[in-house]
């Protein structure tokens, strides 16, 4: 960000360089006149010089609190942390002091602070007065002592309002060089403002961020409830007592916030209140023990949020900027995030029971360009939440300017504060670097306000997205010590959204040229968005069968917008594992509706019916789908049309097809299942047919044959009947002449055999028994399928 301009009401430039000429010239004639009474001085001083510069970096000086962290007139000041020594020598005689620097002019000037360890005459000042120091007679080597220094604010005898660099002090002498020096020093940043503010004050907004890791798959239990499972149980540590989420509600339940939430964090918490699973190494899950936890978070936050301006970001956190330069190439890519900033809103509402902002966008780090306002843009969102590293202005502004620019086409950008919104990076896990970036955050803001005071401007500081536990709680600090009706007053994003742009600043968008490559190399690719998209589409074609498609969109739907989150920047192996966890996982359920395969089958006869069965795996019941049979040669097989297919879960029933053979040979059938769009579903699945056709002219024969045997039957019949009748007559006297040579001269006799007597054995060529398939088991080997 650019130079603030000199303070107003200061010393001018020339006067101040009058002085250091004055004090510049004093220092020389001291030296000169030592020059002329110890000859010998000069060597040992100089000595002296690059001692002290080494010693400072020896001993270590942490300042672990200061309180107040903006004082007033009446105030008493108490500074207090440790001395460490780190030479190879022991320190003795020694005290820990306070001295008062340079006020800082400019807001460049505040950066360093903290950082420079070398000790300056001209520059860090005098200790202070007063008999205020405490005194450590002894510091062996690699040892600490703390400190602890109490006095009146007016003794440091500061001047009008501003920001002051105070320095705390080790000072004695060592065993190898036995003379009083400053060994060691550390700096930090006083606010001062003794008196009520004049002019307007800064109306600051800040953004209190609730965003976590993605902790939820698609993966569900194979129960009627579907219990979720977790691939950990880390998410129940950050919403414990002290864990990360919990102090982050906790701290800004009271602070004059506007709540940054993603949905997603909400959707996961809500889900652990009830019964859900931790996946094991074996894929066996364990039930997770986060339930109580999991309710009183949400419960704090249900209050904390009352009263305060509600943001919730589209579902899931997408990463906007990825989106724009990787996504936009891929088709169906950008329909998620209108689908995710829908799911925003009814989340939020239903869990917490607010209705959020949703027409609010924040690209990581605020970084910005043409491509990703558009996208951002693109879904509703008129608000884009940018830094001013990023939306620079141009030249050397002497001010701040208020947030809000408009950027055309209805949209604005609310520009944060670059210095303001990383104030709180780093490890602060330490008090004095806790305690340093308090100070430092206050004494930016002070130099906001002191910039143009007459001008009422909207600041806006948007922090890192998770913020750590140590970096909430600094945070928390800096604004209440704001809180007091100091420089500052509160005001909501919304309203900071709306304030009137300043007409000097900056309104023009970076091209997509200007994006840090620090940040593109952490974006998804486009190979990223194409997985993506896969499993996009294999959900569309299996949820069009399904009979309860929310069992499986809503899981689905959720863990692909998670695949676009932001935070998996920096982790591009565990997205793109979390990625083909989802796309294995939904392939898994697709094949649970699949084709049972079938041996051959043969077929005698004219036609038959052929048995194919459909297996549904799932819980819940497919419709919607159609199976055809193919034949490879259809003039020597022909089938029936496609059989539209209806199967409750955990079902396998067979659908028959009516055949009818043309002539003899095997046949090659393929099965398959289609949606009602005409889509192919699943694999299909081919067998074979031996089709043993009988032709015209065997039936003919087989129909003389029996056309003989009914015949021959029905003169035996005749001849037995006629000999019956004979037969009371031959008992006579005419029977008896009439036997003698039994009538073979005559022909045939009564008892003649003129054919078989009990119509023979069947002929080839009769009709076989009916052994068609009458259950709709599948066929099993050497299945012969007749009509």
């Not at 004082?71 to 320190?91: A, C, E, F, M, W």
């Not at 409750?648 to 095997?666: C, D, H, I, L, Y």
Request: hydrophobic share 35%; proline share 6%; aromatic share 4%.
């Amino acid at each position: 960000m650019a130079e603030a301009a000199e303070f107003q009401g200061t010393r001018s430039a020339p006067a101040c360089r009058w002085s250091r000429h004055v004090t510049a010239v004093l220092v020389a004639l001291l030296i000169v006149l030592g020059l002329v009474q110890l000859p010998a001085a000069p060597a040992a001083r100089a000595d002296a010089a690059s001692a002290d510069a080494a010693s400072a970096r020896s001993v270590a000086i942490s300042i672990d609190t200061l309180t107040p962290v903006a004082p007033t007139q009446n105030d008493t000041l108490t500074v207090s942390g440790t001395v460490t020594n780190n030479t190879k020598s022991t320190i003795f005689g020694a005290h820990v002091g306070l001295r008062v620097g340079q006020q800082i002019t400019t807001r460049s000037d505040a950066d360093d602070i903290g950082n420079r360890k070398s000790f300056s005459q001209g520059s860090d000042g005098s200790e202070v007065g007063g008999n205020h120091i405490q005194k450590i007679d002894k510091l062996a080597p690699g040892v600490s002592r703390d400190f602890s220094l109490s006095l009146p604010a007016k003794d440091l005898d500061l001047g009008k309002d501003g920001v002051y660099q105070l320095g705390v002090t080790l000072s004695g002498q060592s065993s190898d060089q036995q003379y009083e020096r400053v060994l060691g020093i550390q700096r930090t940043l006083l606010p001062w403002q003794p008196s009520p503010v004049e002019g307007k004050k800064t109306r600051l907004t800040f953004l209190w961020p609730l965003i976590s890791a993605t902790h939820l798959t698609a993966r569900t239990e194979s129960d009627r409830q579907q219990t979720p499972v977790f691939p950990n149980d880390a998410l129940a540590a950050e919403l414990a007592p002290g864990g990360r989420l919990q102090q982050l509600v906790a701290l800004g339940k009271d602070l004059p916030i506007t709540w940054v939430i993603d949905p997603d964090l909400l959707a996961t918490v809500e889900a652990m209140t009830k019964s859900y699973g931790i996946a094991g190494p074996d894929g066996k899950s364990t039930p997770g023990h986060g339930q109580a936890v999991a309710k009183q978070w949400l419960k704090q936050l249900q209050d904390a949020v009352a009263g305060h301006q509600v943001v919730a970001l589209p579902f899931a956190d997408p990463d906007l900027a990825s989106l724009a330069h990787s996504g936009k190439d891929v088709s169906g890519a950008l329909s998620h995030l209108q689908s995710a900033t829908e799911l925003a809103s009814t989340t939020v509402d239903t869990i917490l029971g607010v209705k959020p902002r949703t027409d609010f966008a924040w690209p990581v780090d605020g970084a910005v360009d043409s491509s990703i306002v558009d996208v951002a843009t693109s879904a509703g969102a008129h608000n884009v939440i940018a830094r001013s590293d990023s939306l620079r202005e141009a030249g050397s502004p002497s001010y701040a300017p208020t947030a809000a620019r408009q950027i055309g086409g209805g949209n604005t950008a609310v520009v944060a504060d670059y210095r303001l919104s990383t104030a709180f990076q780093g490890d602060l896990i330490r008090a004095g670097d806790s305690s340093l970036a308090v100070q430092r955050f206050l004494a930016q803001s002070l130099e906001v306000n002191k910039q143009a005071p007459e001008n009422e401007r909207s600041i806006v500081v948007a922090p890192q997205r998770m913020p750590t536990t140590s970096q909430a709680q600094a945070m928390a600090a800096a604004l209440k010590a704001l809180s007091d009706g100091r420089w500052t007053q509160p005001l909501d994003l919304g309203e900071a959204a709306k304030a009137t742009p300043d007409p000097a600043a900056n309104q023009q968008v970076p091209g997509p040229g200007s994006y840090p490559d620090s940040l593109r190399t952490q974006e998804l690719s486009t190979q990223a968005f194409q997985e993506i998209q896969k499993t996009q589409t294999t959900l569309d074609n299996f949820k069009v069968i399904l009979t309860s498609q929310d069992r499986v969109v809503t899981p689905f739907g959720s863990a692909i917008m998670r695949e676009l989150s932001t935070s998996w920047r920096g982790d591009p192996q565990g997205a793109a594992a979390f990625r083909e966890s989802v796309q294995s996982y939904l392939y898994t359920l697709t094949r649970q509706v699949q084709l049972v395969k079938k041996s051959d089958v043969t077929l005698s006869g004219r036609s038959a019916t052929i048995p194919v069965t459909v297996q549904n795996n799932l819980l819940q019941g497919v419709q919607g789908l159609k199976l055809v049979l193919e034949s490879s040669q259809p003039n020597r097989l022909k089938i029936e049309d496609e059989q539209p297919v209806h199967v409750e879960g955990g079902q396998r029933p067979s659908v028959k097809f009516e055949t009818r053979a043309n002539a003899n040979g095997p046949v090659q059938v393929t099965a398959r299942l289609y949606t009602a769009d005409g889509q192919q579903y699943g694999d299909s699945m081919t067998f074979t047919v031996h089709v043993t056709s009988i032709t015209p002219m065997v039936l003919l024969v087989i129909a003389g044959g029996v056309l003989l045997l009914v015949l021959a039957g029905l003169r035996i019949y005749l001849q037995r009947k006629r000999a019956a009748a004979r037969g009371p007559a031959g008992d006579g006297p005419e029977s008896d002449s009439g036997s003698g040579s039994g009538g073979d001269s005559g022909g045939n006799g009564s008892g003649e055999d003129d054919g078989p007597q009990d119509g023979g054995p069947g002929q080839p060529g009769d009709p076989a028994t009916d052994t068609g398939t009458q259950n709709g088991g599948p066929p099993g080997p050497g299945e012969k399928v007749e009509r």
